[in-house]
């Protein structure tokens, strides 16, 4: 391998279907952003394109939460990434594809950030999770 070279990401897995059903999409461009003494702003986009985030706010019963902590400690948190289906974007909407294999609305990802999770009474866990584009 050059020095300087970059391998593609390789996806490893398929985000569980069980868990796809609580998401918030935002969509985001990645900008550099100078700010000047008099006040002034200047941006750059440093991409033409935007990033899609989908964040995962839910609670979540003990097995399906098992599942989720299992799936990221699997991918080393935000190391290895994998494929996640927007199911709004299926074809059919609202399928999935254990095998990967489908391209409508697959997209390569990974985690964003730390695991985090706080338990109640009533054996449901909430989650705060963050999953970004890989681009």
């Not at 989908?54 to 400690?73: H, K, M, Q, V």
């Amino acid at each position: 391998m050059a020095i300087g070279v970059v391998d593609y990401a390789s996806p490893v897995g398929v985000f569980p279907w069980e868990l796809v059903r609580a998401f918030r999409r935002s969509q985001n461009f990645p900008v550099v952003m100078n700010e000047y003494p008099n006040g002034e702003t200047q941006r750059v986009s440093i991409a033409g394109f935007s990033r899609s985030v989908w964040e995962l706010i839910a609670d979540l019963d003990p097995t399906d939460l098992g599942t989720l902590r299992n799936f990221y400690i699997s991918h080393l948190g935000p190391t290895i990434p994998f494929i996640f289906y927007d199911v709004a974007e299926t074809f059919p909407i609202y399928s999935f594809d254990p095998t990967g294999v489908a391209l409508d609305g697959q997209y390569l990802a990974r985690f964003d950030g730390p695991f985090e999770q706080s338990i109640r009474i009533g054996k449901r866990g909430t989650v705060n999770l963050r999953i970004v584009e890989v681009v």
